[in-house]
């Protein structure tokens, strides 16, 4: 049985004060070859900046700001994510992967969903 003072969580872990919301981005598109975007923010509860590091993405599907970056202190780092369009239907998936101070690297999940047909109308 774990004691109280032993760490429970599994998986990397963010500097203390500093987290992402939202963990995750899901994304509807109706038509082939459209454009999607979503927001994700690494928040800086802390009373220091934090350096940020963004790697590119890797599909070709998406695109984002990548490289080094500050979180300012008591403010947030957006983070835009685009979907670059396809052109066919289906799921489409990636994770940006974000290192914040000296933490470990954690990943936000990425999903577009394309369907077929176009817009409302």
């Known amino acids: 049985m774990a004691q109280p003072s032993e760490p429970t969580m599994t ?9 992402i919301s939202p963990a995750s981005l899901a994304m509807q598109v109706k038509g082939v070859g459209l454009n999607a975007a979503s927001r994700t923010v690494i ?3 802390t009373a220091s900046d934090v350096p940020v590091q963004i790697a ?6 998406f695109l ?9 202190a008591r403010r ?3 983070i835009t994510v685009m979907f670059e369009g ?8 990636t994770s940006v992967r974000i290192v914040a101070g000296q933490g470990a690297e954690v990943t936000v999940p990425v ?3 394309v369907s077929a047909s176009g817009p409302d109308k």
């Not at 590119?56 to 599907?61: L, M, R």
């Not at 984002?64 to 300012?72: D, R």
């Open 56 to 61: 590119p993405d890797t599909t070709g599907y």
């Open 111 to 113: 999903i577009v969903a």
């Open 76 to 78: 947030g780092l957006p």
């Open 43 to 45: 928040l800086n509860h």
């Open 86 to 93: 396809s052109h066919t239907p289906g799921s489409y998936r």
């Open 11 to 19: 998986g990397p872990v963010l500097p203390v004060g500093v987290e």
């Open 64 to 72: 984002w700001p990548s490289g080094t970056f500050t979180a300012p």
